[in-house]
């Protein structure tokens, strides 16, 4: 599986990017997808997760409320919209795939099965 993250970008806090994350290689229907960040200096983190069945979405605490996952199955795509945006969600998104029936299971980077290549987001204040 190959993934394409695109849709990063500068912006002023409180404004909104969208994030699109564009698989190939299989379908991902059934496979759990989601992001990560890695702010400069720290370690990669979760942010958000969407199950392969039924929609049900995981989120970091930092960004529950603000981010919103999606996913269409149809055009083996993810989307991550991010609204009310922090300087703190400064960083490189990776979009990032694994097949498990259980969708939590890509709250963890060991859980991860393939990672795309990043795009940057940069919040200025």
């Known amino acids: 599986v190959q993934l394409q993250a695109s849709g990063g970008g500068l912006v002023q806090a409180g404004g909104s990017l969208r994030l699109s994350c564009a698989a190939s290689g299989r379908t991902v229907s059934s496979y759990n997808m989601g992001w990560f960040r890695q702010a400069p200096g720290k370690e990669r983190e979760f942010v958000a997760a969407?199950?392969?069945?039924?929609?049900?979405?995981y989120y970091a605490d930092s960004v529950k409320g603000r981010f919103t996952i999606s996913r269409d199955n149809a055009n083996n795509t993810v989307y991550l919209q991010m609204n009310s945006l922090k300087p703190e969600d400064t960083g490189v998104y990776y979009c990032?795939?694994?097949?498990?029936?259980?969708?939590?299971?890509?709250?963890?980077?060991?859980?991860?099965?393939?990672w795309g290549k990043g795009t940057q987001v940069t919040v200025s204040s």
């Open positions: 969407i199950r392969w069945s039924r929609g049900i979405t």
């Open positions: 990032a795939v694994n097949n498990n029936v259980d969708g939590s299971s890509l709250r963890r980077e060991s859980g991860v099965d393939y």
